[in-house]
């Protein structure tokens, strides 16, 4: 199990960027696949992003591709969600979250969870 912080949130404009990070404590983070999810008022909570525990593979959700990165750095604990070219619609609480194994798209798949940090983009 691993205790997730996430910060970096804030209120910015469209078109601007943010970049997230999710630092993690537990000594078993370098085997946890890691993703970042977020959730709009009223909706479900949405697959962003994920990041097998070496890196190797990365997975996007369809409304962020191409704008949208993660990364990790095992030797700090940390997994970053770099988000530019940012719309209102990125408008949401963000969490990261942690597995063991592959990387899933569903929320239900992670096991441990951060508290969330806001992001909100203004036209």
């Known amino acids: 199990q691993v205790q997730l912080v996430e910060s970096g949130g804030g209120l910015v404009q469209a078109g601007d960027s943010l970049r997230l990070s999710c630092a993690a404590s537990?000594?078993?983070?370098?085997?946890?696949?890691m993703g970042w999810f977020r959730q709009a008022p009223g909706k479900e909570r949405e697959f962003v992003a994920a990041?097998?525990?070496?890196?190797?593979?990365?997975n996007y959700g369809d409304s962020v591709k191409g704008r949208f990165t993660i990364s990790r750095d095992n030797t700090k604990s940390t997994v970053y969600l770099q988000m530019n070219s940012l719309k209102p619609e990125d408008t949401a609480v963000y969490y990261c979250?942690?597995?063991?194994?592959?990387?899933?798209?569903?929320?239900?798949?992670?096991?441990?969870w951060g508290q969330g940090t806001q992001v909100t983009v203004s036209s």
């Open positions: 990041i097998t525990w070496s890196g190797g593979i990365t």
């Open positions: 537990g000594r078993t983070f370098s085997m946890y696949t």
């Open positions: 979250a942690g597995r063991r194994g592959g990387i899933y798209t569903t929320p239900y798949k992670y096991d441990d």
